[in-house]
């Protein structure tokens, strides 16, 4: 069983900053793809980035000037650094986890066609409010 815990969220003006954490425990598979993703009320869950078992990071296009991901050196600790916040960055941020894929020359990879919000771990979410 893995167990997602995400912090660092709270009420920042626009423009401001915030860098979230993940913190991962539990049964660990060697293979892991992890990732944040977003939701407001009212709207859709929303992709922000993934990043695979070898560290190599994934962006949805609307997020990728803004919004940095990464890993602590153990790999058991997910941040997202987000940066020049605007009021509709405001929403729930989850990390969630999925076990990754190999390819054939034995690379890491997150799963291609799996939205981070369908992933099979995920924790209970951090609250980043942004006022204008």
């Known amino acids: 069983q893995v167990h997602l815990e995400e912090s660092g969220g709270g009420s920042v003006q626009s423009g401001g900053s915030l860098k979230l954490s993940c913190l991962v425990s539990?049964?660990?598979?060697?293979?892991?793809?992890m990732g944040w993703f977003r939701q407001a009320p009212g709207k859709e869950r929303e992709g922000i980035a993934r990043?695979?078992?070898?560290?190599?990071?994934t962006y949805s296009d609307s997020m990728k000037d803004r919004f940095t991901i990464s890993q602590g050196t153990s790999k058991n600790t997910l941040y997202l650094q987000l940066d020049n916040l605007k009021p509709e960055d405001t929403a729930m941020y989850y990390c969630a986890a999925e076990i990754g894929l190999y390819s054939m020359t034995g690379g890491r990879l997150c799963p291609p066609y799996r939205e981070i919000f369908d992933f099979s771990f995920r924790g209970q979410g951090t609250q980043v409010t942004v006022s204008s």
């Open positions: 990043i695979s078992g070898d560290g190599t990071p």
């Open positions: 539990g049964t660990i598979h060697d293979n892991v793809c």
